[in-house]
């Protein structure tokens, strides 16, 4: 399956579970998320904002872009990069069973972005040792910097 059939499928799927939850994929929502499936790395609600006018047509403010990621993260669709504040499509997003935590690898050079699963021995490893210097890990994502193998 090529990759404009493969984005479709996805954007169908991810259409249908809303509908399965009592939720509406709007038109903008159905955008944003398209531009988050075709991106190859993570990016900022203001280059969602420029990509919906640029390559779409579609004049979309700041705010709207705001509350479209905001559901999408809400339907576990998107993730929010915390430390870089910019967005992913989740890439389990067709997937109907539990993943384990999310992990988020994320090049330093080109901005590429890879979800990975995270041991729940190694998260519970983690809290234990942060939690003896009296410091609480809250419940978002591993988020880990590097260069990717295409930068190296």
Known sequence: MDDANQLNKNIELSEKYCQEKGERLTKKRKLVLRILLSSQKAISAYELVDDCKKNYGEVISAMTVYRALEFLQSQGLAHR?????KYVACSHIV????????????????SRVEEVDVDVSMLKGLREVTN?????????????????????
């Open 95 to 110: 997937c109907r069973h539990q993943h384990k935590p999310s992990q988020f690898l994320i090049c330093n050079q080109c």
């Open 132 to 152: 003896r210097t009296g410091f609480h890990l809250s419940d978002s994502p591993l988020e880990l910097s590097g260069v990717c193998n295409k930068c190296i």
């Open 81 to 85: 990069l915390e430390l870089a504040n």
